[in-house]
């Protein structure tokens, strides 16, 4: 399956609908084999991903085998930030880092560089650390509870 066919493909339909494509890749679960498409939004819902899906299958049916499921979705609420751009988009998010000076939790306020400015609560206390992007091992988007 010729991934880079599939995404030249699909790019416009996610124009039109406004999404970025964040990954796209094949997959085996539960003995079926699944062509993975993941597109970002801020607040898209499962009727619009319905949409979206129904013209994606349309575009690419050709190109897909009788034996793959076409699977459309969100990287959802919790997800893994692996780079600073990605970090710059989910400004004002709860988000969970770690590293070897960090296990915590708090609010992306700002990125500046290399620079994390999170917005921590310490003892009670609302403080801005700056946390170094290169410093931390794990960050991701979180859901405060």
Same mark, same amino acid.
């Given at each position: 399956?010729?991934?880079?066919?599939?995404?030249?493909?699909?790019?416009?339909?996610?124009?039109?609908? #406004?999404? %970025? =494509?964040?990954? $796209?890749?094949?997959?085996?679960?539960?003995?079926?084999?699944?062509?993975?498409?993941?597109? @970002? *939004?801020?607040?898209?819902?499962?009727?619009?991903?319905?949409?979206?899906?129904?013209?994606?299958?349309?575009?690419?049916?050709?190109?897909?085998?009788?034996?793959?499921?076409?699977?459309?979705?969100?990287?959802?609420? #919790?997800? %893994? =930030?692996?780079? $600073?751009?990605?970090?710059?988009?989910?400004?004002?998010?709860?988000?969970?880092?770690?590293? @070897? *000076?960090?296990?915590?939790?708090?609010?992306?306020?700002?990125?500046?560089?290399?620079?994390?400015?999170?917005?921590?609560?310490?003892?009670?206390?609302?403080?801005?650390?700056?946390?170094?992007?290169?410093?931390?091992?794990?960050?991701?988007?979180?859901?405060?509870?």
């Amino acid at each position: 399956m010729n991934l880079e066919l599939i995404k030249e493909r699909i790019l416009p339909i996610l124009v039109k609908y #406004e999404l %970025e =494509l964040i990954s $796209i890749k094949t997959k085996r679960e539960f003995g079926f084999n699944i062509l993975e498409i993941i597109v @970002d *939004k801020e607040n898209v819902d499962v009727e619009y991903l319905s949409i979206v899906n129904m013209k994606i299958n349309d575009e690419i049916d050709d190109l897909l085998s009788d034996n793959y499921y076409l699977e459309v979705g969100t990287p959802g609420a #919790e997800r %893994e =930030l692996k780079t $600073i751009e990605e970090a710059k988009k989910n400004l004002n998010k709860y988000v969970c880092f770690v590293g @070897d *000076k960090y296990n915590s939790e708090g609010y992306l306020e700002d990125v500046k560089g290399d620079i994390l400015y999170i917005k921590v609560n310490l003892k009670g206390r609302f403080k801005v650390i700056e946390v170094p992007f290169s410093e931390l091992s794990k960050l991701k988007t979180t859901v405060k509870v």
